[in-house]
C-alpha cells in the first residue's frame, strides 16, 4: 500500500524557519517524482515545489522561490522541504503528493496524497 | 486568487448529472491536455479522480467523466450519488512549468 508521511509542521514566528520531511513507503521511490502542495483556508490548493525521480530537477512556485528548497533523499525514500524566510501568507496544511507518471519533466497526474502536516506562521 | 476559475458552489438532487467548470487560459488548459481533478471531504486529504484531462484514476467511479473545450475543462458526475457531497478542485500544467489549482467548488447533494 502506498503511503506518504509528512512531518515537521508546527508553530514558527514571521522570517523563522521550518523543515518539513515526508516519508514514503509502499511503492519503488525511485521512479516516481514528489509534488509538495499547500492548503490554507484563504489561498485554497497552491502547488508549492517539485522533486523528480533522480532529483535532477526541482522547481518551486514563483510565491516562494528564493526561500523554499525541495531536496530528496532517494536512499531513505524522503522528500524535504526547507521553508527559510517564513511569512504569514506561507500557514496551511502541507501536503506530500506522489506523481502518477512524468511525460519528459512534467509530471502532472498527483495520486497519492499524504495527510499533510501543519504550519502556523504567527508572531 | 486562483489562476484557475471555478463556480463557488452547485448543488443538484441524487440521480441527476452535474458538469463542473474550470476556465483557464491559453497558458494553461487551452495549451496542455494536463487537466486533474480532485475530491476533497471534509477533514481529509484530496483524491484524484481524474488525470491527463480524461483518464479516470485508479479505482474511480466510471460515474466520473473529464472533457475539455478550449480553455475551459469540466467535471460531469452522473448520476449524482449522497456520498459525491464535497469540494471538488481542478488543476493544470501551465506554460511556465508551475501547476495551477482552481478555487474549488463546493457540491451539495440536495
Known amino acids: 500500500q502506498e503511503k506518504l508521511v509528512e512531518s515537521g509542521g508546527g508553530v514558527v514566528q514571521p522570517g523563522g524557519s521550518l523543515r518539513l520531511s515526508c516519508a514514503a513507503s509502499?511503492?519503488?521511490?525511485?521512479?516516481?517524482?514528489i509534488h509538495w502542495v499547500r492548503q490554507s483556508p484563504g489561498r485554497g490548493l497552491e502547488w508549492v515545489a517539485f522533486?523528480?525521480?533522480?532529483?535532477?530537477?526541482?522547481d518551486v512556485a514563483d510565491s516562494v522561490k528564493g526561500r523554499f528548497t525541495v531536496s530528496r533523499d532517494n536512499v531513505g525514500s524522503t522528500v524535504s522541504l526547507q521553508m527559510d524566510g517564513l511569512r504569514v501568507e506561507d500557514a496551511g496544511t502541507y501536503f506530500c503528493?506522489?506523481?502518477?507518471?512524468?511525460?519528459?519533466?512534467?509530471?502532472?497526474?498527483?495520486?497519492?496524497w499524504g495527510r499533510g502536516t501543519l504550519v502556523s506562521v504567527s508572531s | 486568487q486562483s489562476a484557475l476559475s471555478q463556480p463557488a458552489a452547485q448543488s443538484a438532487s441524487p440521480g441527476e448529472s452535474l458538469t463542473l467548470s474550470c476556465s483557464g487560459s491559453?497558458?494553461?488548459?487551452?495549451?496542455?491536455?494536463?487537466v486533474s481533478w480532485f475530491q476533497q471531504h471534509p477533514g481529509e486529504a484530496p483524491r484524484v479522480l481524474i488525470y491527463?484531462?480524461?483518464t479516470r484514476a485508479s479505482g474511480v467511479s466510471d460515474r466520473f467523466s473529464g472533457s475539455k473545450s478550449g480553455n475551459t475543462a469540466s467535471l460531469t458526475i452522473s448520476p449524482l450519488h449522497l456520498t459525491d457531497e464535497a469540494v471538488y478542485y481542478c488543476m493544470s500544467y501551465r506554460d511556465d512549468a508551475s501547476y495551477v489549482f482552481g478555487s474549488g467548488t463546493s457540491v451539495s447533494v440536495l
Open positions: 522533486a523528480f525521480y533522480d532529483a535532477r530537477k526541482t
Open positions: 509502499g511503492f519503488t521511490f525511485t521512479t516516481y517524482a
Open positions: 491527463s484531462t480524461y
Open positions: 503528493v506522489k506523481s502518477r507518471f512524468c511525460l519528459g519533466s512534467v509530471c502532472p497526474a498527483l495520486e497519492t
Open positions: 491559453n497558458r494553461d488548459i487551452g495549451s496542455f491536455n494536463y
